[in-house]
């Protein structure tokens, strides 16, 4: 699972009113080389959530983002090599996503996020 | 990438083994699908350089169709572990770079607008009732550029009135209809393969910036 598909992940389990960002748990992190397209992250810049980004990132062992970022930073070709890694180099291949509410953990297996809900959570 | 060449590596592709009848688990053949992302790309550029979801996925045919055509990352969910199996053998198989998702499109919980295109072949609602409108309404919900989707024609109508007047879409067009097989996988259908009517729709959402 990439850092990409955790920005827009939120736990919907009954009852939770705000399930964004899921937890992290790390068993194993991997990488994966992906091609730098600078045009494609300035458009991602503006729908990710900067912070859990950052977050992740760290719990994921790369704490190379800055805290805050903004548009200028788009200039800058460092800025978007590590944006590009954070975003879609880092794996989660092995863990758990957890609910920031309840708790919940939903485990991740060989890269496959596993977000299924049991019947009493729908 | 030329269009027989798409329909080609598509033809290759493992489907389902064991399908499930009540996840209406059958093949969007290569010829259609090919047509589909094609059609995506070539007249609307709803796929290169972009983020496309392929929900249901199955066996994985339209994300790989969308990564092949040049989408830039590529999501691809479904309910089943046993479909995500082949669609991850299928795009190794391709060398293909798919994110997988395992999560019921109708209580998927997600944020923001960071997809822009999905394409999806939901199941019709004849086992799971009102599974396609579910699917629609979460798509038009996610998706941030278009939604391509197929329908019965027998409900065209419906879809269409669903589509821009209860979820929102500003735009709901037919792109083509087409003839379906199904082949004969139920022993419910009684002939040898089934034949039905189906639309090609792209429909567009309503973006509502939710706030950060
Ligand atoms: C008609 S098949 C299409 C398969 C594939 N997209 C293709 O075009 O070849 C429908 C797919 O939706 C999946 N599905 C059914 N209900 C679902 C649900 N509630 N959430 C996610 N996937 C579902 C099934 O497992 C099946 O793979």
Known sequence: MRLLTHNMLSSNIKGVTNGFPLGIEVEKVIEKQVDFNPDFLRNMFAKVEWKAL?????????????????????????????????LLELHLEEGAL?????????????????????EDEV | MKLKQLES??????????????????????????RILFTAH??????????????????GTLGAAAALMGAEQVIAV?????????????????????????????????????????????????????????????????????????HKTSTRDHVKRAALRDFGAINAEVLCELRYNIPQMYSFHKKREMDIAVDLWRFVPKVIEDMQ
Request: net charge negative; charged share 25%.
């Open chain 2, 9 to 34: 590596l598509l033809g290759d592709l493992e489907q389902f083994s064991n399908p499930k009848v009540e996840l209406e688990q059958y093949p969007t053949g290569p010829h259609i699908a090919s």
């Open chain 1, 54 to 86: 950052v977050d992740a990132a760290r719990t994921m062992g790369y704490a190379e983002l800055p805290e805050e970022a903004d548009l200028s930073m788009l200039e800058s070709d460092d800025f978007l090599k590590r944006f590009h890694h954070a």
């Open chain 2, 78 to 150: 479904d309910i089943d572990s046993d479909s995500l199996k082949i669609a991850s053998h299928n795009a190794e198989d391709l060398e293909l770079d798919i994110n997988f998702l395992q999560c019921d499109v109708k209580n998927l919980g997600w944020r923001g607008h960071i997809v822009d295109t999905i394409v999806m072949n939901p199941p019709f609602g004849t086992r799971q009732k009102g599974a396609d409108m579910e699917f629609l309404h979460m798509a038009l919900k996610i998706s941030s550029q278009a939604v391509y989707s197929l």
């Open chain 2, 42 to 59: 070539n007249s609307f550029g709803d796929v290169n350089g972009k983020v496309v979801a392929d929900f249901g996925c199955g066996c």
């Open chain 1, 98 to 118: 957890v609910c920031p509410e309840t708790g919940r953990k939903f485990p991740v297996n060989k890269g496959i996020p596993n977000m299924l809900l049991l």
